[in-house]
């Protein structure tokens, strides 16, 4: 398996493999000297006739506080469920810690790796048991937390479900959901 770095100028060879607005937010950031994403593509070494064709793509948006914001992540379906994902997870984990702003005299801290998602039941059993597959523990339907039309409508666009874009999934009872991973930094000396 071959692990690339998705950037700004070549993110068109990502494009089937990223929600579109988030494609269209990355690609964006062209101009901007520090872009607020990153991505990560995974490819197969043992398909010779793709190895240009990536397996699995994941973009993440680092906050200010050094969580970790999974945006967008796919998997092509025939590649499922041979480690792409996951992969692509730990990747993204040590890059992050790369670019980790530490504190002076700071040697540990506690980062969240979140993802905010509203799927379909069947969808949502899936990405959820890759999920748990993968270390996040916490698991809270935000629906149920939130009364107010206008941060429903806020949460639908972070969900990657805007009326617009899909207007079949508002108000089709799919419960808007975030999932959390506690990960360990250890500063290197």
Same mark, same amino acid.
Request: glycine share 6%.
């Given at each position: ?5 998705? @950037?700004? $100028?070549?993110?068109? &060879? ?13 690609? /964006? ?27 699995? +793509? ?6 200010? %506080? /050094?969580?970790?914001? *999974?945006?967008?992540?796919? %998997? ?10 996951? !992969?692509?997870?730990?990747? !993204?984990?040590?890059? !992050? ?6 504190? &002076?005299? &700071?040697?540990?801290?506690? +980062? ?19 999920? *748990?597959?993968?270390?996040? @523990? ?6 149920? +937390? *939130? ?13 990657? @479900?805007?009326?617009?874009? $899909?207007?079949?999934? &508002? /108000?089709?009872?799919?419960? %808007?959901?975030? !999932?959390?991973?506690? *990960?360990?930094?250890?500063? $290197?000396?």
């Amino acid at each position: 398996m071959r692990i690339e770095a998705v @950037t700004v $100028e070549n993110l068109n &060879e990502y494009k089937e493999l990223i929600l579109p607005y988030i494609y269209e937010e990355f690609r /964006g950031c062209e101009d901007v000297p520090e872009s607020p994403y990153f991505g990560l593509a995974a490819f197969s070494d043992n398909d010779p006739g793709n190895l240009s064709r990536p397996a699995s +793509v994941l973009v993440i948006q680092p906050e200010p %506080t /050094g969580d970790l914001n *999974i945006v967008s992540i796919y %998997t092509r379906p025939e590649c499922r469920r041979q480690g792409f994902g996951s !992969a692509l997870l730990d990747s !993204a984990i040590q890059v !992050a810690r790369q670019m980790f702003q530490w504190e &002076e005299g &700071e040697t540990e801290d506690l +980062v969240i790796f979140k993802t905010l998602y509203r799927l379909p039941e069947d969808l949502q059993e899936i990405y959820e048991a890759f999920l *748990i597959k993968n270390h996040f @523990t916490e698991f809270v339907e935000l629906d149920d +937390v *939130i009364s107010d039309e206008a941060e429903r409508k806020d949460l639908s666009a972070l969900s990657g @479900t805007k009326p617009s874009a $899909e207007p079949d999934m &508002e /108000g089709s009872g799919c419960p %808007t959901v975030s !999932a959390s991973a506690y *990960i360990s930094f250890f500063r $290197e000396n």
